[in-house]
């Protein structure tokens, strides 16, 4: 059994701290914050040791057997809100209704997975009607962040010829353009009916949940040719553990605990370039 261990900044003598409480057969750094602590003898006390202890010293801890290599992975599917960007668009658009209390409360509902997306989704949007449509921009342009260490794991898997998907219950106002910024091969999402240059508090169409989150992984690694085991994905709410179940890695970035506890790997301090460690 091997095990990654991974932080930020200056994080050297917490790794050496943790990795130490596993009695390695042999340490290897893959970067100046990360190491994979390699051949240690598993047991269910010496994860939960290492778990409590890894959350302590703010690293983050990922169980493997064997070693993942980037080439045995095509596809990088991807949620948006909260994943690869730092907000949830809807709970911003509703800011500018000054309805953002309430919308936000309805997100972190479902995303917790107590409420059925659809619904929720249905419920959020009609709080907008009659908001005017170049409030979508302002929060494009003030308010939306790419996640930390986003941008150098869309580089190197990129480089390395892997496919990307942006698969979002948020709005295709935002994953259009996130395409072109990041040159994304594929995204599917949620269209906001806009009508005299109001929304109307209606979605056009169907509503990418869960099950449509899945189907569109399943149909991506379709046109590719490849299998769904072939494919990273990754989310933080209940509506992307569907998709992330049929992939050859979940991740759970700064997830809820439903997501997190499900998930093949949760990345709770490192960026998303935490997965590049991982696929040695």
């Known amino acids: 059994m091997n095990l990654v261990l991974q932080g930020l900044d200056d994080c050297k003598a917490r790794l050496e701290r943790i990795a130490a ?27 939960q040791t290492i778990e409590v202890a890894a959350q302590a010293a703010q690293l983050d801890a990922t169980y493997s057997i064997g070693m993942h290599k980037m080439s045995e992975f095509k596809l990088v599917a991807m949620d948006m809100d909260s994943t690869l960007i730092t907000i949830e668009c809807i709970d911003e658009i509703a800011d500018m209704q000054g309805l953002k209390p309430q919308v936000s409360e309805i997100t972190e509902a479902a995303m917790r997975g107590e409420l059925d997306f659809s619904e929720s989704l249905k419920r959020r949007v009609a709080l907008l009607e009659g908001l005017e449509a170049s409030a979508l921009e302002r929060v494009y342009e003030e308010r939306l962040q790419l996640s930390p260490g986003a941008e150098a794991m869309l580089k190197a898997v990129q480089q390395a010829g892997l496919k990307t998907l942006l698969v979002s219950g948020g709005f295709t106002y935002f994953t259009s353009r996130l395409k072109e910024r990041l040159g994304l091969d594929y ?42 085991s072939q494919a990273i994905v990754m989310g933080d709410g209940a509506n992307d553990l569907k998709m992330m179940s049929i992939s050859g890695m979940s991740v759970a970035f700064r997830a809820k605990p439903v997501v997190r506890e499900q998930a093949n790997v949760a990345l709770n301090f490192v960026g998303l370039d935490g997965i590049l460690p991982l696929l040695t």
């Open 21 to 47: 409480l596993t009695a390695p057969k042999n340490i290897t750094w893959l970067n100046d914050r990360a190491l994979r602590c390699e051949g240690i003898t598993f047991s269910p006390a010496l994860r």
């Open 187 to 228: 995204t599917h999402a949620n269209e906001l009916e806009i009508v005299d240059g109001r929304l109307t508090g209606r979605v056009v169409g169907g509503i990418v949940d869960a099950e449509e989150k899945k189907r569109t992984v399943e149909r991506v690694c379709a046109e590719l040719e490849i299998e769904p």
